[in-house]
C-alpha cells in the first residue's frame, strides 16, 4: 500500500501538461516553478481530497448500515454546494485565506444543515431505505434552488461557479491543504477513538447499545465527522461525485476486512491513491486539453455502484 | 436475586403493560408470552434498561438498571432479538469477536460457545449466506461470548424449524444448568419451552401474571384470550 502511494506519487510528478524531462525533473524540486505552485499542491489536494471523500462516504455506509449511503447520494454534497454557489453567485471575490474560509465556513453550514434534516428523518422512519431516497429527494431539491440561482446570476459569477461545478482538484486556494489535512486527522481520530463501536453498530442499534455504545452521543459524532470530511471537500474541489461512495467497496474487492480499525489505514491509502489517479487522468499528461474531474469519478466510480448491485442480488444482502 | 421488577408499568403515550411485579433468580428461565403488540419487546426492552419505565423500579442484582453505566450494563446483559443485520463481509468468528473487549473474552470462551451452539463448522462461513435458523445460533452463540449472568432473548426460536427450535432447547437448559445462566425470553412457540421455564409470564389486557409452577399449555393459552 505504502509502495502504491509513493509509486502514485512519482506518477504524478511526472505527468505534465508541459513537457519536462527527467533531468529538469530534479531541478524543478529545487526551485519554485511550475512544478510547487500547481503540480504538487494539486496532488497533495488529490489524495487528501479522495482519502477524505472515501472515509465520509464509509462512515456514513456504516452509519446508515446501508452500502450505498455516501455524501452525494445523501444529499450532503448538494447542501454545501448551494451554500457555496450562495457565496460565490453574490460575487465575493477568489483570493485571500478569508474568502478561503468563508467558502468552506458556507460548505460546511449546507453539509451539516442537510445532515441534521436527515438525522431528524432518521429518527422518525426507521426503514434506512427511506432515509436514502428521502437524501436523493434533498439532493434534487437543493439542485433546482442552485439551478433558480444559477439563471439570475451575472455572467462572470457564473463562470466560477459553473467551473467550480464541474469539480477539480487544481484550483489551490491559501490555507486548503492544511484544512483537508485538519478534517482528514478529525476524521481518522475518530474512527480510531470509537474503534470497535463501529463493528457493534453494524449488529444493529439493539446489540450496539447492548455492548455499551451510546447511541445518541455516536450517531452525532459520526454525523459531524462526515459532515466536515464532505463540506470541507465540496468547498475546495467542488461537488465531487462517486469517490465517496464507490471507494469502500473498491478497497473490498482486494481486502475483505470486516473490522473497521484494521480497515481504515488501507481505506485512507486507497483514497488517496484513488484521488491522485483521478486528478492525473484529467490532467491528461499525453495531451494538452484537461477533462473535468466529475466525468473521471464517474466513469471509475459508476461500473463500482453497478457491480456491487449486480453481487449484492447474488450473496443476499439486504436493504 | 438477580432481577427484581417492582410496580413497573411500561408503555409509550399509553402504557401497555401496567403494575407488573417480579422476581427471578439466579439460573432460572423465564418464558414471556403474550399477543402480538401486547408489550413484550418494551418489557423486555425495559428489563435491557433501554426503555424508559412509566413507573416503579427494575433492579439488576438488588441496584436500579437505571443508575448502571452504558459499558457495566454490557458486562450484566447480553441480548438476543430477532434483525437481521447485513454483516458485508463477517465471517461467524467475526461475530463471535463482536463483544465488549471489558468482559476479558478469551479464545476459549469462542470455542465453548460454537460448541455448544453446535456451529463450529461454520466458523469460517460468512454470515450472510447463512440460514435464518443458523444465523440465530450465530446470534445465542455471540450472546453466550459475551460471558453475561444475563441474557435476554427476544422471540430467538421464531425462524427455528423443529430440529433448531429443539437443539435451541438444549443450548438453554445447558446454559442454565452448567453455567448458571439467567434467561428471560419471549415467545409464541413456547409450547417446548414449557418443560425447562422456572416461571412463565403470560401478559394479557394490560396486566402481566407470574406463574410458578404447574404449567399447562391449554391454561396459558386460555390466559392469553
Known sequence: MVLAVVLFYTEIRFGSIKMTNADFWNRFTENDPVLWAFRIPAACTAALAGACLGLSGWLLQTLFRNPLAGPSILGITSGSSLMVALVLLAGFSFSGIFSSLGLVAAALIGSFGVLALILLVSSRVKQLATVLIFGLMIGYLLGAFQSILIDAAGKSELKSFVSWGLASFGNYRDGQLWVLLGSLVLGVLTVLKLGSKLDFWLLGEDYARSLGVNVKSFRMALLVVCGALAGVVTAYCGPVAFLGLAMPHAVRMFYKEPHHLKFLTVLVLTGACAGMLCELITRMPWSSSVLPLNAVTSFLGAPVVIWLLVKSRKSKIRF | ?225
Request: charged share 25%; with cysteine.
Open chain 2, 1 to 225: 436475586m438477580i432481577l427484581e421488577l417492582k410496580n413497573i408499568s411500561v408503555g409509550y403515550s399509553k402504557p401497555l403493560v401496567s403494575s407488573v411485579d417480579a422476581e427471578v433468580l439466579e439460573g432460572e428461565l423465564v418464558i414471556l408470552v403474550g399477543k402480538n403488540g401486547v408489550g413484550k419487546s418494551t418489557l423486555l426492552n425495559a428489563l435491557k434498561g433501554i426503555q424508559e419505565l412509566k413507573s416503579g423500579t427494575v433492579s439488576l442484582f438488588g441496584k436500579a438498571i437505571v443508575d448502571y453505566s452504558m459499558g457495566e450494563l454490557s458486562r450484566n446483559i447480553a441480548v438476543v432479538n430477532t434483525a437481521r443485520p447485513v454483516l458485508n463481509g463477517w465471517t461467524v468468528l467475526d461475530v463471535l469477536e463482536s463483544t465488549d473487549k471489558s468482559t476479558g473474552k478469551e479464545k476459549s470462551v469462542i470455542t465453548e460457545a460454537l460448541a455448544l451452539c453446535q456451529i463450529e463448522d461454520l466458523k469460517l462461513k460468512e454470515v450472510d449466506v447463512l440460514s435464518d435458523g443458523e444465523f440465530q445460533k450465530v446470534m445465542i452463540a455471540r450472546a453466550i461470548c459475551q460471558q453475561t449472568p444475563l441474557i435476554i432473548l427476544d422471540e430467538p426460536t421464531s425462524f427455528l424449524d423443529v430440529i433448531y427450535r429443539e437443539h435451541v432447547l438444549q443450548i438453554f437448559s445447558e446454559l442454565k444448568d452448567t453455567f448458571g445462566t439467567t434467561l428471560v425470553l419471549s415467545s409464541h412457540n413456547f409450547a417446548p419451552l414449557l418443560k425447562i421455564a422456572s416461571q412463565v409470564w403470560v401478559i394479557s389486557h394490560g396486566k402481566m401474571e407470574v406463574m410458578q409452577s404447574d404449567f399447562d399449555y391449554d391454561g396459558i393459552i386460555q390466559r392469553l384470550k
